[in-house]
Nanobody, 123 residues
Framework: QVQLVESGGGLVKPGGSLRLSCAAS????????MGWFRQAPGKEREFVAA????????YYADSVKGRFTISRDNAKNTEYLQMNSLKPEDTSAYYC????????????????WGQGTRVTVSS
């Protein structure tokens, strides 16, 4: 069992920045890949970013490349998503997830999920 808890969401103006955190517990954090997803009202869940167990490899959706950065601190059992140059279309609920069976990319079988944190980008 893996427990994931997101934090750091909130209201930010267009062009601003937020840093999301995801605290993990229940397993050895360094043994599995992690990712971030988002889902806006009326839309399907979409992949945002993923990071390998070691942090050496990262992957991003085209919509966030150059603006978002995924990272992890295995000593603190925490995954991060640094979001810069935020746009209104980034408004969504953001979820962290763990892939304990595969590499995290391509997204196939993420098996543990957090409850989500809301990000609202508006003037």
């Amino acid at each position: 069992q893996v427990q994931l808890v997101e934090s750091g969401g909130g209201l930010v103006k267009p062009g601003g920045s937020l840093r999301l955190s995801c605290a993990a517990s229940g397993r050895n954090f360094s043994d599995y890949a992690m990712g971030w997803f988002r889902q806006a009202p009326g839309k399907e869940r979409e992949f945002v970013a993923a990071i390998s167990w070691s942090g050496y490899s990262t992957y991003y959706a085209d919509s966030v490349k150059g603006r978002f950065t995924i990272s992890r601190d295995n000593a603190k059992n925490t995954e991060y998503l640094q979001m810069n140059s935020l746009k209104p279309e980034d408004t969504s609920a953001y979820y962290c997830a763990a892939d304990t069976q595969y590499t995290g990319w391509p997204p196939k079988a993420y098996d543990y999920w957090g409850q989500g944190t809301r990000v609202t980008v508006s003037s």
